[in-house]
């Protein structure tokens, strides 16, 4: 459970994560990191679901930019299709939202590679409020980041899974 966002807002690109850690109804963890940037390839991703299934999707989202010269539409399709045939992989449970200077998308394990509209992506349990604040605060002459921070600001009072805890990420 965790709530990440990400803002495209005046060229910039912010992706936001709470840092809760939850097992049940127990907080195990308040200072995660759920958000990682490739600075080689200029992309931010944030995860949402387990670590592990999240950071084992990093990797490969990584590899598959190397494989693709930095490609991130190319590489994303790449990992969903990965990730909906592999049998390893198939059990994986995470969702990514993932942008670089040009593209966002959400990449989930049924294969799907979602280009949403606008320029907020949320994810994770609370990441409709994220979304529907980001969406609201991105009109405003708040930057990217600041929109970003507000949003999971704005999640964490609603959602029990996520914390004010934020780890910011930003090309």
């Not at 999707?57 to 990992?79: D, Q, T």
Request: net charge positive; glycine share 10%; aromatic share 4%.
């Amino acid at each position: 459970m965790t709530t990440i966002v990400l803002v495209r807002k005046n060229k910039d690109v912010v992706v936001a994560g709470d840092g809760q850690v939850s097992m049940g109804n127990t907080v195990v963890k308040s200072t995660a990191s759920k958000v990682r940037k490739i600075d080689k390839r200029d992309v931010v991703a944030g995860f949402a679901g387990s670590t592990a299934d999240a950071l084992t999707l990093f990797e490969r989202l990584e590899g598959k930019l190397e494989k693709h010269a930095g490609n991130l539409s190319r590489a994303a399709v790449e990992l969903a299709k990965d990730w909906r045939t592999d049998k390893y992989l198939r059990r994986l449970e995470a969702l990514m939202a993932v942008g670089d200077k040009n593209n966002s998308y959400i990449i989930s394990g049924t294969g799907d590679v979602l280009e949403p509209e606008g320029d907020v992506i949320g994810i994770g349990s609370g990441g409709n409020y994220a979304l529907a604040a980001g969406k609201v605060l991105i009109e405003s002459n708040m930057s990217a980041e600041d929109v970003a921070k507000k949003a999971i600001a704005v999640a964490a009072d609603i959602c029990v899974f996520t914390n004010n805890n934020v780890k910011i990420e930003k090309i």
